[in-house]
């Protein structure tokens, strides 16, 4: 009976050393090779790093006996905005055999705004009620020799600006360098639309620690007739001598001015839109064109008419400068049969790359040469003269209505600008 509880006792105890041996421990486990950014690092040395630097950690965990769901993580504490900067790193859960090494990476990255000061980097291999294992390694954080971020960038009249008007930006610089620079080049440039504008501003250290400056508002005339869309917005800093250079991207949305739409850039008048034909003679149509927009533009011209007449244009091509007039006659000519009693044709107006503007129909009745008024040939000149004069005069009217549309916009734009900027 002695022996049988002695050999029970003595499997207990083999099964308590078991665990002992397995959990994790300083005898169990041990630290290989600690590399940072590839050097090695023995315990208790002082190594220096810059701020903004990415620390590479790889560790080596040496296992005497068996160990399972271990962790490792690297922690600096002491950093003031580490809720927004968490200055740690963790590997996943890995598990190690007796006599083996394994190898895992951490990355830190260090913050602009760390102080020069000495921190201590902790490295820890733990799993779940073991002991922590731990590796210390004591950093002195250095400035960098030239350090220039771009902190804050802000839009006014906001991230949408209209197109005419100036897209105003303001830049705030940081310095976290170890070093004054003079003669910072702060550019603002929209690449699509060829717009850059630039200041030049100093910025200091405050004693050797981080120090900003805010750069003069940098004014972007956006061009009236920018199409609307989403327009990228580069923020440069030059810096130490040009030589250096940081920069950050931001997208705002140009909204298209209505005064300046090429879709409002021709002018058409009609005279007249309906008249009465004998079949075989002629009726003539004109057509006023004016361009009103600010380039010049071609219109291509074409008929449509069914088989009961011919149709002729004067022109049909038309390029007008801006601001010009030109008028179009179009001469319908029912045929010999035609059906008496109304017809329509179009002139179809193009723009020069083949999208239709505007559709225009003409009206034309046939009728008896018993019902129609005598043939006036000998007047023909002096009523196209007229008609042609009359359809001006209709155009210069539309122009000039326009126009005081546009700058009673063009006023009330001028006074929300005033009150958007004061």
Do not use: C
């Not at 989403?230 to 250079?245: I, M, P, S």
């Not at 008419?305 to 601001?323: I, K, M, P, R």
Request: aromatic share 6%; no cysteine.
């Amino acid at each position: 009976m002695r022996k049988m509880v002695s050999l029970v006792a003595l499997f207990v105890i083999s099964l308590l050393s078991l665990s002992m041996v397995s959990a994790l421990d300083a005898a169990n486990l041990t630290w290989g090779s600690v590399r940072v950014n590839g050097d090695n690092v023995n315990n208790g040395e002082v190594l220096a790093v810059e701020e903004g630097q990415t620390i590479d950690i790889r560790v080596g965990l040496i296992a005497a006996a068996g160990a399972d769901d271990i962790e490792i993580d690297a922690k600096i504490a002491g950093y003031e905005y580490t809720d927004e900067e968490p200055l740690s790193d963790s590997t996943g859960l890995f598990d190690l055999q007796a006599n083996q090494t394994k190898y895992k990476d951490l990355h830190l990255t260090l913050p602009n705004h760390l102080d020069k000061d000495r921190y201590t980097l902790r490295l820890r291999a733990m799993d779940k009620n073991g002991a922590v294992i731990p590796y210390n390694i004591e950093l002195s954080i250095e400035p960098v020799r030239h350090g220039i971020d771009i902190t804050d960038v802000t839009f006014s009249p906001g991230s949408t600006v209209k197109a005419g008007r100036s897209l105003l930006t303001t830049v705030l610089i940081e310095n976290f360098g170890d070093r004054d620079q003079n003669d910072v080049k702060v550019m603002v440039e929209i690449p699509t639309l060829g717009l850059t504008a630039a200041e030049f501003v100093d910025v200091e250290t405050d004693n050797h620690n981080v120090d900003y400056e805010d750069v003069p508002q940098v004014f972007l005339p956006i061009p009236a007739t920018a199409t609307e869309g989403d327009y990228q917005v580069v923020v440069t800093a030059k810096y130490n001598n040009l030589r250096d250079t940081v920069s950050k991207t931001f997208t705002v949305h140009v909204t298209q001015d209505e005064r300046f739409q090429e879709e409002g850039s021709v002018v058409l008048a009609v005279g007249p839109e309906s008249q009465s034909v004998v079949a075989g003679k002629t009726a003539t149509y004109a057509l006023a064109l004016s361009n009103t927009g600010r380039t010049s533009k071609a219109y291509v011209l074409e008929t449509m008419a069914g088989d009961w007449a011919t149709v002729t244009l004067s022109d049909s091509v038309v390029v007008l400068e801006s601001g010009k007039n030109k008028v179009v006659y179009v001469e319908v000519t029912p045929k010999e049969g035609a059906t008496a009693g109304e017809h329509v044709t179009a002139v179809n107006i193009k723009s020069g790359d083949g999208e239709l503007i505007q559709s225009v129909p003409l009206r034309a009745s046939v009728v008896t040469q018993s019902a129609s008024a005598p043939a006036t040939t000998s007047t023909d000149f002096s009523l196209r003269n007229g008609l042609e004069i009359a359809l001006i005069v209709l155009v210069v009217v539309l122009v000039i209505v326009g126009l005081i549309v546009g700058f009673s916009r063009l006023r009330k734009d001028d006074e929300e600008d005033q009150k958007t900027y004061y």
